[in-house]
């Protein structure tokens, strides 16, 4: 069975930069469509990014693009979030995501995605 366990996260200045990382453990990594998705406290889990089985396609909410790459290694079993110009409404807890497909497509919504990771903590002071 996959297991997602993120890391990464901690607390940063606006304008500052974090790298997340999403290590998978069990069954082939490479297999699988990835997200990232975050929530801030009040609010509803929101997309970040999403990533194909290959790494040739990747998907961004607006809010982020040209700011965050999403990237994978699945050499390494490892999907990361390169987070750039953080912005003190970035402040969420960030979780990654797999879809258990063999599918060469991207997911954005959060109902499609199968298995999630713990979550790490993101904190952008202003």
């Known amino acids: 069975q996959v297991q997602l366990v993120e890391s990464g996260g901690g607390l940063v200045q606006t304008g500052g930069s974090l790298r997340l990382s999403c290590a998978a453990s069990?069954?082939?990594?490479?297999?699988?469509?990835m997200g990232w998705f975050r929530q801030a406290p009040g609010k509803e889990r929101e997309f970040v990014a999403a990533?194909?089985?290959?790494?040739?396609?990747?998907y961004y909410t607006d809010s982020v693009k040209g700011r965050f790459t999403i990237s994978r290694d699945n050499a390494k079993n490892t999907v990361y979030l390169r987070m750039n110009s953080l912005k003190h409404e970035d402040t969420a807890v960030y979780y990654c995501?797999?879809?258990?497909?063999?599918?060469?497509?991207?997911?954005?919504?959060?109902?499609?995605?199968?298995?999630w990771g713990q979550g790490t903590q993101v904190t952008v002071s202003s």
């Open positions: 069990g069954r082939t990594f490479s297999s699988y469509p």
């Open positions: 990533i194909s089985r290959s790494g040739g396609i990747t």
């Open positions: 995501a797999a879809k258990m497909t063999l599918s060469t497509y991207i997911y954005t919504s959060g109902d499609e995605y199968d298995l």
